[in-house]
C-alpha cells in the first residue's frame, strides 16, 4: 500500500479550507441563533449583507459600495442552517477528490472559483426572487458538471456509450424538480444550472484532452 504524495495531501487542504470556512462561518450564526452575539437578527443581518440578492443588480440600495460585487462570492460560504451545511459539505467532500485527482489543486481551484460565479449568474439571469441566495450547491454542480464533461469527453475519446453521462444529467436535472416542489419552491434551480454549465465549460478549458489508457 503506497503514502498518498506531499501534492494529493497539500491539494485534499484546499477542499478541507473549504469546508473548515463554511463551517466556521455557520457556527457564528448558530452562536446568534441562540442569542450569543449581541447583534438582534443576526443571520439576518449577515444575509443581508452577503447573501446574493438579485435586486441590488437593479435599483436596489447597496448596503456598502462593494456589496453588489462581492455578494457574487460571498453567498456560497453562507447556507440556510446546519442541515443545508452538512449536505453541501458531504457532496463537495465527495465531489472534490475526482476533481483533484484530475487536474490537481490550481485546477480545482478554478473550476470552483468559475461554478461559484456561474452559479450566483445564473441565479441573477433566471430568478426574480426577492429572498438571498446562499450555499455553496452552485459550485458544487459546477464540480459535478465538470466530471461529467470528462467523461463525456473521454468515452468520445474511446468510443464508449454516452448514454450513462445523458442519464447522470437527466437524473440531476429530475432531482432538482424533485427538490423545487418538495421544498416549495424554494431551491435555487438557477443557480445549480449556472454552475453546472461552467463548470462543464472550465473543465474543457483546464483539461480537453480525453483518456486513452
Same mark, same amino acid.
Given at each position: 500500500?503506497?503514502?498518498?504524495?506531499?501534492?494529493?495531501?497539500?491539494?485534499?487542504?484546499?477542499?478541507?479550507?473549504?469546508?473548515?470556512?463554511?463551517?466556521?462561518?455557520?457556527?457564528?450564526?448558530?452562536?446568534?441563533?441562540?442569542?450569543?452575539?449581541?447583534?438582534?437578527?443576526?443571520?439576518?443581518?449577515?444575509?443581508?449583507?452577503?447573501?446574493?440578492?438579485?435586486?441590488?443588480?437593479?435599483?436596489?440600495?447597496?448596503?456598502?459600495?462593494?456589496?453588489?460585487?462581492?455578494?457574487?462570492?460571498?453567498?456560497?460560504?453562507?447556507?440556510?442552517?446546519?442541515?443545508?451545511?452538512?449536505?453541501?459539505?458531504?457532496?463537495?467532500?465527495?465531489?472534490?477528490?475526482?476533481?483533484?485527482?484530475?487536474?490537481?489543486?490550481?485546477?480545482? $481551484? &478554478?473550476?470552483?472559483? +468559475?461554478? @461559484?460565479? =456561474?452559479? !450566483? #449568474? %445564473?441565479?441573477?439571469?433566471?430568478?426574480?426572487?426577492?429572498?438571498?441566495?446562499?450555499?455553496?450547491?452552485?459550485?458544487?454542480?459546477?464540480?459535478?458538471?465538470?466530471?461529467?464533461?470528462?467523461?463525456?469527453?473521454?468515452?468520445?475519446?474511446?468510443?464508449?456509450?454516452?448514454?450513462?453521462?445523458?442519464?447522470?444529467?437527466?437524473?440531476?436535472?429530475?432531482?432538482?424538480?424533485?427538490?423545487?416542489?418538495?421544498?416549495?419552491? $424554494? &431551491?435555487?434551480?438557477? +443557480?445549480? @444550472?449556472? =454552475?453546472? !454549465? #461552467? %463548470?462543464?465549460?472550465?473543465?474543457?478549458?483546464?483539461?480537453?484532452?480525453?483518456?486513452?489508457?
Amino acid at each position: 500500500m503506497t503514502e498518498p504524495s506531499a501534492s494529493s495531501v497539500s491539494n485534499r487542504s484546499l477542499v478541507f479550507a473549504i469546508i473548515a470556512m463554511c463551517m466556521v462561518v455557520e457556527a457564528v450564526l448558530q452562536l446568534g441563533d441562540f442569542g450569543l452575539v449581541p447583534i438582534p437578527r443576526f443571520r439576518s443581518v449577515i444575509y443581508e449583507n452577503f447573501g446574493f440578492w438579485t435586486g441590488l443588480l437593479e435599483n436596489w440600495r447597496p448596503n456598502y459600495a462593494l456589496q453588489p460585487w462581492l455578494m457574487f462570492l460571498t453567498y456560497a460560504f453562507l447556507h440556510a442552517g446546519l442541515l443545508h451545511l452538512v449536505l453541501n459539505m458531504v457532496t463537495l467532500y465527495s465531489l472534490g477528490g475526482p476533481v483533484l485527482n484530475r487536474v490537481g489543486g490550481k485546477g480545482f $481551484l &478554478l473550476l470552483y472559483a +468559475a461554478s @461559484l460565479l =456561474g452559479g !450566483a #449568474a %445564473g441565479f441573477a439571469l433566471l430568478s426574480d426572487a426577492v429572498r438571498p441566495m446562499v450555499g455553496a450547491s452552485g459550485a458544487l454542480f459546477g464540480l459535478a458538471g465538470a466530471l461529467l464533461a470528462w467523461d463525456y469527453v473521454d468515452r468520445f475519446t474511446l468510443q464508449e456509450r454516452l448514454w450513462p453521462v445523458a442519464r447522470a444529467v437527466l437524473l440531476l436535472a429530475a432531482l432538482n424538480v424533485a427538490l423545487y416542489f418538495a421544498m416549495d419552491r $424554494l &431551491l435555487a434551480w438557477e +443557480a445549480h @444550472l449556472g =454552475g453546472f !454549465a #461552467a %463548470g462543464w465549460v472550465m473543465a474543457l478549458l483546464v483539461d480537453p484532452r480525453g483518456r486513452v489508457d
